[in-house]
């Protein structure tokens, strides 16, 4: 059984310890601050249930065994295959933390950042062993989206990102190499076109927040639960990908041209974005909210086994 070190426990450093326990994985959890050995504690009980959802089979005994809270540092990094960095996504902060954990773990772990935007090159800029660090950004919640991508940086040796790929696959995630190292990696790339274009209509007022929502929820998203664009492309046209690359390129390459401006997200207008918001989405009603999309999240997971369609 491999050990994972999970260095930091907020939102995301929770719920990778209870998708590697999940997976049978020992994860010995360290945070700076106590209060979230606390939440984690008040949480995880719901976030189990959410996989419960897709497994009726799921242990809860066994994954909570195969968690260890409170620990530190230098016991996260005792004898560990992989240490997964999940602390605040600040520059200074982790490439401090990078240094302690490259002075603690043995030549033979690997290091990782779940960074969403910040480069592995950067975060491991002071650290002796650079070859061993890379990022492997998850998506949230990771306990119950299967999925992970890692980047190397300038100095990571290509035979660690085999590695970690093989790591996340045994640990039941859907891993992904990212062959060049570029800021927002895949999943935030494509992620941050969808959300710079979302604001621009919105801001221009060619359609409210919950007419693009609706959209994308009961339109593209259905669609992107079991195939990617460049699947759905395939049969947009009689001929497959090249026809319909081929009918619709003018159109695409059109829109193209009116989407390159950087929208502001001036102060003004994300006021007006939050307010608005709270028309119709209640902030007390949040923690429902987050409860509703684990849920749906997990009955999408459960039909897509059942279909034969998951990882
Ligand atoms: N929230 C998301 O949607 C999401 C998705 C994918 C990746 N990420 C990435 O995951 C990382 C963590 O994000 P989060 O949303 O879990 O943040 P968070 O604020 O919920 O958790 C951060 C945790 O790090 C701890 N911490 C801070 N400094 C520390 C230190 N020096 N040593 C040890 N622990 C320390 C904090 O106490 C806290 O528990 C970030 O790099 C973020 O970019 C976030």
């Not at 062993?129 to 492997?136: E, G, L, V």
């Amino acid at each position: 059984m491999y050990k994972i070190g999970i260095c930091g426990a907020g939102l995301i450093g929770a719920s990778w310890a209870i998708g590697f326990a999940n997976a049978g994985f020992k994860c010995f959890v360290y945070d700076a601050n106590q209060n979230s050995f606390a939440k984690f504690r008040k949480t995880s009980n719901k976030l189990i249930q959410d996989l419960r959802i897709i497994n009726s089979d799921i242990d809860e005994v066994r994954i909570n065994s195969n968690i260890k809270l409170n620990c530190n540092i230098e016991e996260i990094c005792n004898d560990t295959v992989l240490v997964q960095e999940s602390v605040v996504e600040d520059l200074e902060i982790k490439k401090k933390i990078f240094v302690q954990l490259d002075n603690l773990t043995s030549e033979n772990t690997i290091i990782a950042s779940s960074s969403s935007y910040l480069l592995i090159s950067r975060i491991s800029e002071l650290v002796k062993h650079k070859h061993r660090c890379i990022n492997a950004h998850p998506a949230l919640p990771p306990h119950i989206v299967p999925f992970v991508e890692v980047a190397g940086g300038e100095n990571t040796d290509p035979k660690i990102i085999k590695q970690a790929v093989s790591i996340y696959k045994k640990a039941k995630y859907a891993a992904i190499t990212v062959n060049k190292e570029a800021e927002g990696f895949i999943l935030n790339r494509l992620q941050g076109a969808l959300l710079n274009e979302a604001v621009r209509l919105h801001e221009g007022e060619f359609a409210s927040m919950e007419d693009i929502d609706i959209a994308l929820k009961h339109a593209l998203g259905i669609r992107w639960a079991f195939m990617g664009p460049f699947e759905i492309m395939d049969l947009n046209a009689p001929e497959g990908i090249k026809d319909s690359f081929t009918r619709y390129r003018k159109g695409i390459q059109n829109l193209a041209k009116e989407q390159n401006s950087i929208p502001e997200y001036s102060e003004e207008y994300l006021n007006k974005l939050e307010m608005d918001q709270r028309k119709r989405l209640s902030y007390d009603q949040r923690g429902n909210r987050v409860e509703k999309r684990n849920k749906m999240i997990a009955l999408i997971r459960k039909l897509k086994s059942e279909l034969g369609e998951d990882i």
